[in-house]
Nanobody
Framework: QVQLVESGGGLVQAGGSLRLSCAAS????????FGWYRQAPGKQRELVAA??????NYVESVKGRFTISRDNAKKTVYLQMNSLKPEDTAVYYC???????????????WGQGTQVTVSS
């Protein structure tokens, strides 16, 4: 069973920066993906950024402002958020997906969420 512990949320003024972290414990499979999602009040949860062993992808609204990275030795993923805007305000969730082999069953795990509030 994988457990995820998130940290780094908080309150910041528009234009500021925050760095989110998510550490995974208990992972056993080498094929895995980390993702950051967010959910604002009254809105659906959306994928913000994801990273595999060799690629990253971002939702259009954060491209050029957010950077996702991972430290495999620490089983940790980071989301560096720069030039934050009020519309970035949401609860941010870390998701970890792993599989024993390509095409195999995928196991998904979620973090508890961390609040990011950007004031104007």
């Amino acid at each position: 069973q994988v457990q995820l512990v998130e940290s780094g949320g908080g309150l910041v003024q528009a234009g500021g920066s925050l760095r989110l972290s998510c550490a995974a414990s208990g992972s056993g499979f080498s094929i895995n993906t980390f993702g950051w999602y967010r959910q604002a009040p009254g809105k659906q949860r959306e994928l913000v950024a994801a990273i595999t062993s060799g690629s990253t992808n971002y939702v259009e609204s954060v491209k050029g402002r957010f950077t996702i990275s991972r430290d495999n030795a620490k089983k940790t993923v980071y989301l560096q958020m720069n030039s934050l805007k009020p519309e970035d305000t949401a609860v941010y969730y870390c998701k970890f997906s792993e599989s024993a082999y390509v095409g195999g069953r995928i196991y998904d795990y979620w973090g508890q969420g961390t609040q990011v509030t950007v004031s104007s």
